[in-house]
């Protein structure tokens, strides 16, 4: 069992556990609300405070589609950069270099909603201007960080 600074109790399971209880869910039709770990997805997504809707990807990956994947024996959740199908390419959007790939049968699941942690609801749109400011977010971030953070 594992009680949070905030009082809530839960049992704490490793990661091939939890996402294979989401894909079980998603296999079935539902959708599953998550709060994702890591800093790889700012400025959109906050490490611990926003929680995203996943749901079964039932199109082709596009560009800009933020998807959850397992890439070798890790579960990410990036934004697709390129896509040549079979092979997906993705990258953080609070990455300033490094990239994964993956084929389209390692996608779990495709962020349809991002819940804030202010109760705002925002459909993640397809960042095609933060992908083209990939030269300039080093600096971007590092106000971000330092400003609203």
Same mark, same amino acid.
């Given at each position: ?58 199109? #082709? ?6 998807? =959850?994947?397992?890439?070798?024996? +890790? %579960? !990410? ?5 390129? &896509? ?39 459909? #993640? ?6 992908? =083209?400011?990939?030269?300039?977010? +080093? %600096? !971007? ?5 330092? &400003?609203?953070?």
């Amino acid at each position: 069992m594992y009680k949070a600074p905030d009082g809530k109790v839960g049992k704490v399971v490793g990661d091939d556990l939890f996402f294979a209880m989401i894909g079980d869910l998603l296999s079935e039709g539902k959708e599953v609300l998550m709060t994702p770990k890591g800093f790889s997805m700012l400025p959109f997504i906050q490490n611990g405070k926003d929680s995203v809707l996943l749901k079964k990807l039932d199109r #082709p990956a596009e560009k800009g589609d933020i998807l =959850l994947v397992k890439v070798g024996a +890790r %579960y !990410i959740m990036h934004r697709v950069y390129d &896509v040549a199908l079979p092979s997906i390419t993705l990258m953080g959007d609070g990455n300033v270099s490094g990239r994964e790939h993956c084929d389209a049968s390692d996608v779990i699941a495709i962020v349809t909603e991002i819940h804030k942690s202010d109760g705002r609801v925002v459909i #993640p749109g397809k960042a095609r201007l933060w992908r =083209l400011l990939l030269p300039f977010r +080093r %600096y !971007i971030l590092a106000i971000y960080k330092r &400003v609203i953070l």
